[in-house]
């Protein structure tokens, strides 16, 4: 049911944002982008659009660079202490890669931050869990809701990756792929039966009840608009209307 999805996540299309080609998004990269508090990743839409456009044209350019390596290359290389050489190099592209974007216009960064923003959607996919409805009608016995985790979902990721044999991840856990931890985990979820993911059965129930939810929202807004309009004019007495007196009018100099 869920295999085109799980197919996306475990081998994502390949995204290169401001000539810049990105890596796969890891759990390690969710990290690294909080640690950095990049308003690209942490922001709204509405709100990142808001900021001065010099903050705009950091965050994305901070975000599309620390997602061009692993994490593991990407911590390793920035840390002076541990890595001079690399931290040098790395700085030196970096910079040879911000002058080539000199002459990009306000519509360019527009764009990348739409690319970025898709390129994360991607890497968090929406695990779908059975409706309410469905819940009723399929399982009538069960009360309780459970209850959400309190960790971060990155802390529960990452646990669980480091679970797995060592051939099937990274030498680095962080570098293991985001949308394919999440589909891992919450599989792994419900297996131990800590976890739904909604079954054929459960979308067709929710579905009956969702087109009986439309249905009944087109039919009543059919009805308000079919009601007659009412008017608050006095009902007529059939009577003609008398003329009216003139003999009081003004006249042309004002007196009655």
Same mark, same amino acid.
């Given at each position: 049911?869920?295999?085109?999805?799980?197919?996306?996540?475990?081998?994502?299309?390949?995204?290169?944002?401001?000539?810049?080609?990105?890596?796969?998004?890891?759990?390690?990269?969710?990290l690294?982008?909080?640690?950095?508090?990049?308003?690209?990743?942490?922001?709204?839409?509405?709100e990142?659009?808001?900021?001065?456009?010099?903050q705009?044209i950091?965050?994305?350019?901070?975000?599309?660079?620390?997602?061009?390596?692993?994490?593991?290359?990407?911590?390793?290389?920035e840390?002076?202490?541990?890595?001079?050489?690399?931290?040098?190099?790395?700085?030196?592209?970096?910079?040879?890669?911000?002058?080539?974007?000199?002459?990009?216009?306000?519509?360019?960064?527009?764009?990348?931050?739409?690319?970025?923003?898709?390129?994360?959607?991607? &890497?968090? !996919?929406?695990?779908?869990?059975p409706?309410?409805?469905?819940?009723?009608?399929?399982? @009538?016995d /069960?009360? #309780?809701k459970?209850?959400a985790?309190?960790?971060?979902?990155?802390?529960?990721?990452?646990?669980?990756?480091?679970t797995?044999?060592?051939?099937?991840?990274?030498d680095?856990?962080?570098?293991?792929?985001?949308?394919k931890?999440?589909?891992?985990?919450?599989?792994?979820?419900?297996?131990?039966?800590?976890?739904?993911?909604?079954?054929?059965e459960?979308?067709?129930?929710?579905?009956?009840?969702?087109?009986?939810?439309?249905q009944g929202?087109s039919?009543?807004?059919?009805?308000?608009?079919?009601?007659?309009?009412?008017?608050? &004019?006095? !009902?007529?007495?059939?009577?003609?209307?008398?003329?009216?007196?003139?003999s009081?009018? @003004?006249? /042309?100099? #004002?007196?009655?």
């Amino acid at each position: 049911m869920h295999e085109l999805s799980f197919a996306d996540a475990a081998r994502p299309s390949p995204v290169v944002v401001l000539n810049l080609p990105l890596t796969d998004y890891s759990i390690g990269h969710e990290l690294l982008l909080f640690r950095r508090r990049n308003a690209l990743a942490l922001l709204p839409a509405e709100e990142f659009a808001a900021l001065p456009f010099d903050q705009q044209i950091f965050a994305i350019r901070e975000a599309v660079w620390l997602c061009s390596d692993t994490f593991s290359v990407r911590d390793r290389i920035e840390q002076p202490s541990v890595f001079m050489l690399g931290f040098r190099w790395n700085e030196w592209k970096r910079r040879r890669w911000v002058k080539r974007l000199k002459h990009l216009l306000p519509e360019d960064y527009s764009l990348a931050a739409a690319e970025f923003r898709n390129y994360l959607a991607e &890497a968090h !996919p929406k695990i779908p869990t059975p409706g309410e409805f469905a819940m009723e009608v399929l399982y @009538p016995d /069960e009360t #309780g809701k459970g209850r959400a985790f309190g960790q971060p979902l990155v802390v529960s990721l990452y646990q669980y990756v480091i679970t797995l044999p060592s051939s099937e991840r990274p030498d680095c856990a962080w570098d293991f792929p985001m949308a394919k931890a999440m589909w891992l985990f919450y599989a792994h979820m419900e297996m131990q039966g800590n976890y739904r993911i909604e079954n054929w059965e459960e979308r067709d129930e929710q579905s009956v009840m969702d087109e009986a939810r439309e249905q009944g929202r087109s039919q009543k807004s059919e009805d308000s608009n079919s009601e007659p309009e009412t008017t608050n &004019a006095k !009902p007529s007495s059939g009577l003609a209307t008398p003329p009216p007196d003139l003999s009081s009018e @003004p006249d /042309e100099r #004002g007196n009655a």
